[in-house]
């Protein structure tokens, strides 16, 4: 266990900037943690959990990526989210998503979780999708995406990126969701497994020598 605040403490733009990197990404540290793949093709490495509250790392490898397909970017959550870029640089986009009853190339797909997977099932609702703003956001500098805001990140191939990201669960109900093709729609099973011992080796590497 780091030697830190509590995590509802540390969900501020002053609070993230404080954060000990240093003891974060620790060889000993990050060697004890799982590092997994996630859909969207980063690597997700979850540090610790509290009273609602996540604090992980996001890891764009300039060497693999992870995405499964089909490849939907644009999703919400059921946080609220502050995310400070260690290195690197990012593009967050979001998005207005309404429901519509004209012609369009999207529908909502609902968002179900297992231990290790998680499940995209087509609904009924078709929407249109515009977009709002587009950020690119570079390290040091920080983001912040609200509960059920539509949106999507992405890193350009051959960069290495690194977020480092504290979430805080919203109080109300937000149905999870992700933007997906209008035909051809059946269920889509994405597995979020661990990346291999050599590529994890190589990442506590290159993590350590940001700190």
């Not at 509802?8 to 404080?18: N, Q």
């Not at 954060?19 to 979850?46: C, K, M, T």
């Not at 397909?69 to 979001?94: A, E």
């Amino acid at each position: 266990m780091l030697d830190r605040p509590p995590l509802a403490k540390l969900f501020s733009k002053s609070a993230i900037k404080r954060l000990p990197i240093v003891d974060i990404l620790s060889v000993e540290q990050l060697a004890s943690l799982p590092f997994n793949r996630h859909p969207l093709g980063f690597v997700h490495v979850l540090i610790d959990k509290e009273n609602g509250y996540a604090l992980r790392l996001h890891v764009w490898s300039d060497l693999f990526r992870y995405e499964q397909q089909p490849y939907w970017p644009i999703h919400n959550h059921k946080f609220d989210l502050i995310s400070r870029v260690l290195t690197g640089t990012l593009t967050n986009r979001s998005y207005r998503v309404q429901q519509t009853h004209g012609k369009t190339n999207y529908r909502l797909y609902d968002i179900t979780y297992e231990l290790d997977s998680s499940t995209m099932s087509p609904s009924d609702i078709r929407v249109a999708v515009d977009l709002c703003e587009s950020e690119q956001v570079t390290a040091p500098h920080w983001y912040r995406i609200d509960a059920g805001t539509f949106h999507d990140t992405s890193v350009p191939l051959g960069v290495f990126t690194v977020t480092l990201v504290v979430t805080r669960d919203c109080l109300q109900d937000v149905d999870v969701k992700t933007v997906g093709a209008s035909e051809g729609c059946t269920p889509h099973k994405y597995v979020r497994s661990a990346i291999t011992a050599t590529e994890k080796n190589d990442l506590v590497t290159r993590l350590k020598g940001l700190a």
